[in-house]
């Protein structure tokens, strides 16, 4: 019973924030400078298509007006006509979202597993010289602007040595039939070498400090001394006990981290030429494409809202003394 | 005299702080019986935890073992390979902790942590596990369909209760129990105290119960070993020690505690406190506060010595121990001059 | 959380009551780490007051060879150019002293203001609770709905290209982690005994504030500040690296996309590149390790 008001709780507050995100964004592009139209509608559309495109955002309508017509043709799915693509941007904004999340998710599943395990090393190993070079080098990975690595590991390996392709998710002109096709491509993967390790670089460094800070403290814990006194081998008390409660808090941080993570997206898939909304949202912005910026923008922030979301019910599923009252 | 199942001898551990040693137990020397319940008792300090914990050979990570001996069935425990004591722990020395709050893992059930000592250090299968399980919680009086639940679900008694049932899983011959009850309420604390005398008197098992609460000991122990900063004061049999003890510092302890059963009396403190163990004393390390210090108390270290049998102090003026008895009963003779 | 800050009893006066705040901010001298943070702040704060007098050349300008030609792609070394020259003929090491002043400017700025709206927002909200800490618990969780890069980005489509757009968006969005944890510290000094006494003989609630609640938070807010400083100056690379910094301020950020921009990824001018980056890196973990050694005073724990 109160798992459920937990949750709906959690939904409303979820919807109240998308919400106000959407407003925010619909303000902000109404009150740029420029005629409030230039939103949606680029002088270089023809008269039809202008006249259409009023009608259907109510362009001529008063500004509250505007908000709901807005809010209902959002949740019919349409965000307007890209400038540049005269495309719909609903349809390029989704075309594009699963390059990006194959970027994110790749890069920190890449990053988690290393840094649980590397951050419990480094706890293991508490004291040692490992530690007192470990955490400092760690930190340094975090402090590195992520473009810049993506620049090191493009001149080096890419532009020096040859091995990896500078950039794209395929060769030129290589044709794949079905999305299927191209994800699984070999090709593909090899494109995403180079991306995914800078973007895992750059993330590991959260889980890894994470993973160790709880580790030193779970170890402390009297459990774990019972644990050695019942005589239990060392895989069980550090594994078996230690690192799985060490473990829950970092588990939540993936659902958070994938929110970040989608902003420092934008960077490295435009080092890159990652075709992903990132890479979308900053080319949308300098060649004023509002409709596709927007979308774009509404798309990332669309994901950091639900990973917020699955946070909170992530921690709230793993930890039994939440679930069982 | 059967053969004792644990011989302490001499047992000494030490704490490493910063460059130097502190000793926070010396020459522990004491007996414990098969199917008996040693009462190890003195103020928070005293070191009785440490002796106690000390002899799973799970210490904190700046103490030692710093000489003596542990005989446990024949073999003693300090010199043993770290191979060679684990073989023992949790089969043949158990260990109750103070709250079992925190000594249980909070993310798996009880079920599956009793499973856990029952299936990798008793070597049984799932099936013979959940049945011992069963068993133990029956044994324990805690319903077996509460297997499946987590520590946070169960009160402070019942967890107790739960760490009794992990204690016995494997039958073993010693269970140390560190200050089982101070956590819990009066009547809960009588209940677990019951559990324990059943576990003497139903399974032969010898329980070394450690407490700051002589009335627990009253309650439930056959032989009680007092000790004050890090030593060994007095040990004998529980109901000689307490009404004719022979150290001074027991003497006293007697009358800081109020006894239900009797009539309403003043309770007299014992004034001072227990020295620093970085810095004891020389001699008596009770000299400072004893009622009865000679000149002697404060150069010569005093051994334990046989005062009536297996009864023993460490005390110089041991064989005054009767009129000193009386002189310590009246409040004045522990009153500090001002 | 220490709350020994706090006298109880007599009011002092108003000086010892700054003294103490500030007194409050004590510097981790005691974890060498956090000494090399500070050494290496000491460093570029050197390096951005001096940049006139360290830098060989002034960093916009365009040099030229003794043929008259455009002294473009110099590899370090040649004709003096100590870190060698950009692709448009500028010299890089005067770009790279010049850049400490905007990478601090910007830092120590965006730094300021998002512990100062954060510290404020958590204490209005953990100090009045009710409806006031709910819209703002509200307002908090949509700043953390809100994708930060993107959102300068956009930022970035309206106003004019500034350096004060990464400061801009930062006070609007990242003063959220800073106002949860200030907001959960107040709640639990609110509740201490002497609050509730000052409470109860009539002070003022703007008195209680600022005699009791805030010098204990202070170092919090300190802590939370340095570690903006960090992202303030990594978030300023990374717009101007996508090109919507302020082309008029030579940045770290600003080098970096013009190597970019310039190929000289292919050219292998790891000259160029290279160096703006580790000074980012330097300054960026000098803040962690100062937080790190900071954060050991304030929540100390054993052997850490």
Redesign the interface.
């Known amino acids: 019973m109160k798992a459920i008001t937990v949750i709906g709780g959690r939904l409303l507050?979820t919807a109240?924030?998308?919400l106000?995100?959407i407003t925010?964004l619909f303000f902000?592009f109404r009150l740029?400078?420029g005629s409030p139209l230039a939103a949606y509608i680029d002088p270089n559309f023809t008269p039809e298509q202008q006249a259409e495109l009023m009608a259907r955002f109510g362009l001529d309508q008063p500004l509250w007006r505007q908000y709901f017509i807005y809010l209902g043709n959002l949740l019919q799915g349409d965000l307007g006509e890209s400038f540049f693509y005269r495309q719909p941007v609903a349809e390029r904004v989704l075309a594009l979202l699963p390059n990006t999340l194959i970027l994110t998710f790749s890069s920190l599943i890449l990053a988690y597993v290393f840094g649980v395990f590397a951050g419990a090393y480094l706890a293991w190993k508490?004291?040692s010289v490992v530690e007192q070079i470990g955490v400092?080098l760690v930190?340094?990975t975090?402090?590195?602007?992520?473009?810049?690595?993506g620049?090191?590991l493009?001149?080096v390996f890419?532009?020096?040595m040859g091995w990896f392709p500078?950039g794209g998710t395929r060769a030129p002109g290589a044709e794949y039939d079905t999305m299927w096709a191209l994800y699984t491509s070999a090709d593909f993967w090899w494109h995403m070498t180079l991306p995914v390790l800078t973007l895992a670089i750059y993330s590991q460094g959260l889980p890894l400090l994470l993973m160790r800070s709880n580790m030193?403290d779970v170890m402390r814990?009297?459990?774990v001394?019972?644990?050695?006194?019942?005589?239990?081998?060392t895989f069980?008390v550090v594994i078996?006990?230690a690192a799985?409660?060490a473990l829950?808090p970092v588990m939540t941080s993936f659902a958070i981290a994938v929110?970040y993570q989608?902003?420092?997206n934008?960077?490295v898939e435009?080092?890159f030429s990652w075709p992903g909304l990132?890479r979308e949202?900053?080319r949308a912005?300098?060649t004023?494409d509002?409709p596709l910026?927007q979308g774009?923008?509404l798309m990332?922030?669309l994901v950091?809202?639900l990973m917020?979301l699955v946070a909170d019910l992530l921690y709230a599923a793993l930890?039994?003394?939440v679930t069982?009252e | 005299m059967t053969e004792p199942l644990l011989c302490l001898k001499d047992l000494s551990i030490a704490y490493r702080v910063g460059t130097h040693d502190t000793i926070a137990v010396e020459g522990a020397t004491f007996d414990v019986q098969p199917g008996s319940i040693v009462g190890l008792v003195g103020e928070s300090g005293c070191g009785k935890t440490t002796l106690a914990r000390s002899l799973?050979r799970?210490l904190a990570s700046n103490a030692r073992i710093a000489g003596g001996q542990a005989v446990f069935c024949g073999e003693d425990i300090v010199g043993l390979s770290e191979r060679a004591m684990?073989?023992?722990?949790?089969?043949e020395i158990a260990?109750i902790?103070q709250?079992a709050m925190?000594?249980?893992?909070?993310?798996y059930t009880v079920g599956s942590q009793l499973a856990?000592?029952l299936i990798?250090?008793g070597g049984m299968g799932r099936r013979a596990a959940r049945t011992r399980s069963e068993e133990l919680f029956e044994w324990v009086g805690i319903e077996t369909n509460r297997l499946g639940?987590?520590p946070?679900?169960f009160s402070g008694g019942m967890r107790q209760r739960v760490a009794i049932a992990?204690a016995l899983a494997l039958d073993p011959k010693l269970i140390i129990a560190d200050e089982p009850v101070t956590a819990l309420d009066v009547i809960v604390q009588r209940q677990i105290l019951d559990q324990l005398r059943e576990l003497r008197e139903r399974l032969g098992i010898s329980v070394i119960l450690v407490t700051h609460d002589i009335s627990v000991v009253a309650y439930v122990c056959d032989r009680v070993v007092v000790m004050y900063a890090g030593r060994v004061v007095e040990t004998g049999p529980m109901a000689a020690t307490l009404t004719a003890p022979a150290h001074p510092y027991t003497m006293g302890l007697r009358n800081a505690f109020p006894d239900l059963a009797s009539a309403a009396g003043e309770l007299t403190p014992i004034e001072g406190s227990p020295p620093d163990l970085a810095n004891p004393p020389p001699g008596c390390r009770f000299a400072p506060r004893c009622p009865f210090v000679e000149a002697r108390c404060q150069t010569d270290v005093p051994v334990l010595q046989s005062y009536e049998g297996d009864h023993l102090a460490a005390c110089h003026r041991i064989a005054e121990a009767e009129t000193l008895r009386k002189r310590a009963m009246a409040s004045e003779t522990w009153e500090v001059p001002a | 959380m220490s709350d020994a800050l706090t006298p109880v009893g007599k009011s002092p006066g108003r000086f010892t009551r700054l003294r103490r705040a500030l007194g409050s901010i004590r510097l981790p001298l005691h974890d060498p780490?956090a000494i090399i943070g500070l050494a290496i702040y000491a460093f570029f704060i050197v390096m951005a007051i001096f940049a006139p007098q360290i830098a060989t050349h002034d960093p916009n300008e365009i040099l030229f060879t003794s043929e008259f030609t455009i002294a473009a792609d110099l590899r370090p070394g040649v004709d003096g150019y100590l870190l060698g020259t950009t692709t448009l003929g500028r010299d890089v090491f005067s770009q790279i002293v010049w850049g400490a002043r905007s990478a601090l400017l910007i830092g120590l700025t965006a730094a300021f203001m998002v512990a100062l709206i954060g510290s404020v927002v958590g204490v209005v909200a953990g100090y009045f609770g009710g409806w006031v800490d709910m819209i703002l618990m509200?307002l908090a969780?949509?700043a953390?709905?809100?994708?930060?890069?993107?959102?300068v980005?956009?930022l970035?489509?309206?106003l004019e290209p500034s350096i004060w757009n990464v400061v801009i968006a930062m006070a609007l969005v990242l003063w959220r982690d800073t106002g949860r944890v200030i907001r959960s510290q107040t709640l639990t000094l609110r509740n201490r005994v002497y609050v509730e006494a000052a409470r109860v003989s009539g002070s003022s609630d703007f008195k209680i504030i600022l005699r009791h609640i805030v010098p204990n938070v202070l170092p919090l807010s300190f802590l939370y500040g340095s570690i903006a400083i960090?992202w303030a100056i990594?978030t300023e690379?990374?717009i101007s690296?996508?090109?919507?910094g302020d082309p008029d301020s030579i940045s770290w950020?600003y080098m970096?996309q013009d190597?970019?921009a310039s190929q000289?990824?292919?050219k292998?001018s790891?000259y160029w590149?290279?160096p703006?980056?580790i000074l980012?890196?330097?300054?960026?973990?000098a803040?962690?390790?100062i937080t790190?050694g900071y954060e050991q005073i304030l929540f100390p724990k054993l052997?850490?």
């Open positions: 507050q109240f924030v998308l106000a995100v925010i902000m740029m400078p508490r004291g400092p930190l340094t975090r402090a590195m602007p992520e473009f810049w690595l620049m090191l493009l001149a890419s532009f020096g500078a030193m814990e009297d459990f001394t019972m644990a050695r006194i019942k005589g239990l081998s069980t078996r006990h799985r409660n829950l929110g989608i902003q420092g934008v960077i435009t080092v990132g949202l900053v912005v300098q004023a509002y910026a774009a923008f990332i922030a950091v809202i917020n930890d039994p003394r069982h | 799973t799970v684990n073989g023992l722990r949790w089969r260990f902790p709250s925190n000594s249980l893992d909070p993310v856990e000592v990798r250090r639940d987590y946070h679900q992990l | 780490l509200r969780d949509v953390f709905g809100i994708p930060f890069l993107p959102f980005i956009v970035a489509a309206f960090g990594l690379a990374s690296f996508l090109g919507f950020g970096l190597a970019y000289a990824l292919s292998g790891y590149f290279v703006p980056g980012i890196i330097l300054i960026v973990s803040g962690f390790f790190r052997d850490r």
